[in-house]
DNA sequence: ATCATACTTGTTTGCAACAAGCAAGTGACT
DNA sequence: AGTCACTTGCTTGTTGCAAACAAGTATGAT
């Protein structure tokens, strides 16, 4: 508004067009991996779509690779932010079930990011590389984060210390995963993702608080 | 051996010759994806792997989604029938247990064939079609498998008639398929994965032998 | 001998990847 | 403030390669 108002050419600075192109592109490529997968979606459709040339996309990722880990980084980050605000303050089984509402409101919300997201994810499976040494560190970096509920939890005196706690936070992040693969694969049935979310906090809250050993 | 025993071209029927050259495709197939992924599988190099030319593979899966139809379906199929062995006459938890067992093993022996396999299951969560439906296929007859056994479980009074059935089948299923991503990522970590499957093997026993209820 | 089926080779089309050019923004010097 | 050299965002031209299909050759069947 400042400098030519009346102009229709908006003036902006270099850093706000990329940030502006790769915002775009970022729209662009996840409607294109919902519509098509990943391997149906070319870099050439990603800047036509999103407004600019055919070879901007590969121009500014390099290549198939730079675009969806930049994907991934730009989706995960925000789902992470997301993450923080939701088990602000809470420790032990808690923070836990805070975390996994988090994570079914983020999938039924987000919807199209996250599904572009997540199809990336299991893409990142074979040895790719690239995607999957970033996925790998936001995998790990969630094992992290349960694992250290858990021992907050343990320290508060509100689980167990005899508790597994690894194993725990294997289990339940590999629960997740199974759980968003269910729902990658059938995407209508929504109250069904919520109850597979329910049925996680359930089983993990057992797993927390163990029955009281019966002495044989 | 029998018709031209001293020639060095051994006489094949068509039948044996689609089979052998089928064999030989799927190896290549397996070793290439283990190595390269499946985006970075050529149909040329399967072919060519396989020790034929580069248009066989093309010619006789039509293009890269009926190659990989093929070799889920063909590596399911061994999968299936081990499957069955190992849950004879069993029902209940016992089948479960059985069958989880029989998973690790799969996946610890078959190591190439079994890796590439649920390399392929996890890129069908992009809407390629084919693929899905037969990875989808594959795993609603997993998940009608789980959901039997409990149910003969319950018939023969080792489980408790209160048990959500089909919700702790899903649990169960999406818990492999959880475990198997974490296999996938992290190879290298053998011990890990029983760990894992061990792991299962409890919280689904829980589950399904809930504790005596306390009565308030 | 003929026919059918397995397999190969030729050709087209489309994308990825890179290179070279054009356009828009930035900063310095007057 | 104006304009000139430089940097950075973006586009267009080109090459190589794989998928997909068509047309041909060889091998087994009858």
Same mark, same amino acid.
């Given at each position: 508004?400042?400098?030519?108002?009346?102009?229709?050419?908006?003036?902006?600075?270099?850093?706000?067009?990329?940030?502006?192109?790769?915002?775009?592109?970022?729209?662009?490529?996840?409607?294109?991996?919902?519509?098509?997968?990943?391997?149906g979606?070319?870099?050439?459709?990603?800047?036509?779509?999103?407004?600019?040339?055919?070879?901007?996309?590969?121009?500014?990722f390099?290549?198939?690779?730079g675009?969806?880990?930049? /994907?991934?980084?730009?989706?995960?980050?925000?789902?992470?932010?997301?993450?923080?605000?939701?088990?602000?303050?809470?420790?032990?089984?808690?923070?836990? %079930?805070?975390?996994?509402?988090?994570?079914?409101?983020?999938? *039924?919300?987000?919807?199209? #990011?996250?599904?572009?997201?997540?199809?990336?994810?299991?893409?990142?499976?074979?040895?790719?590389?690239?995607?999957?040494? *970033?996925v790998?560190?936001?995998?790990?970096?969630?094992?992290?984060?349960?694992?250290?509920?858990?021992?907050? $939890?343990?320290?508060?005196?509100?689980?167990? =210390?005899?508790v597994?706690?690894? $194993?725990?936070?294997?289990?339940?992040?590999?629960?997740?995963i199974?759980? *968003?693969?269910?729902?990658? *694969?059938? =995407?209508?049935?929504? %109250?069904?993702?919520?109850?597979?979310?329910?049925?996680?906090?359930?089983?993990?809250?057992? #797993? /927390?608080? =163990?029955?009281r050993?019966?002495?044989?």
């Open positions: 508004m400042q400098s030519s108002a009346v102009s229709e050419v908006e003036r902006r600075t270099q850093a706000e067009r990329t940030a502006l192109s790769d915002a775009r592109m970022l729209d662009a490529a996840v409607a294109l991996i919902c519509e098509r997968g990943s391997s979606t070319t870099l050439k459709d990603v800047g036509e779509r999103a407004g600019y040339s055919r070879g901007l996309a590969s121009y500014r390099g290549n198939k690779g675009l969806f880990a930049f /994907l991934i980084r730009a989706i995960g980050e925000s789902w992470l932010t997301a993450l923080r605000g939701a088990t602000r303050d809470k420790v032990g089984l808690a923070a836990i %079930e805070a975390a996994t509402d988090a994570h079914y409101r983020f999938v *039924v919300e987000g919807s199209d #990011a996250i599904r572009a997201f997540y199809i990336l994810w299991f893409e990142s499976t074979g040895p790719d590389a690239e995607l999957k040494r *970033v790998a560190n936001i995998h790990e970096r969630r094992r992290r984060d349960v694992v250290a509920w858990i021992e907050k $939890g343990i320290a508060a005196g509100s689980i167990d =210390p005899a597994d706690t690894l $194993g725990t936070a294997e289990q339940f992040c590999a629960a997740i199974g759980i *968003v693969y269910q729902w990658l *694969v059938t =995407p209508d049935a929504a %109250e069904h993702l919520h109850f597979l979310h329910e049925s996680l906090k359930r089983q993990t809250a057992r #797993a /927390l608080q =163990p029955p050993l019966t002495e044989n």
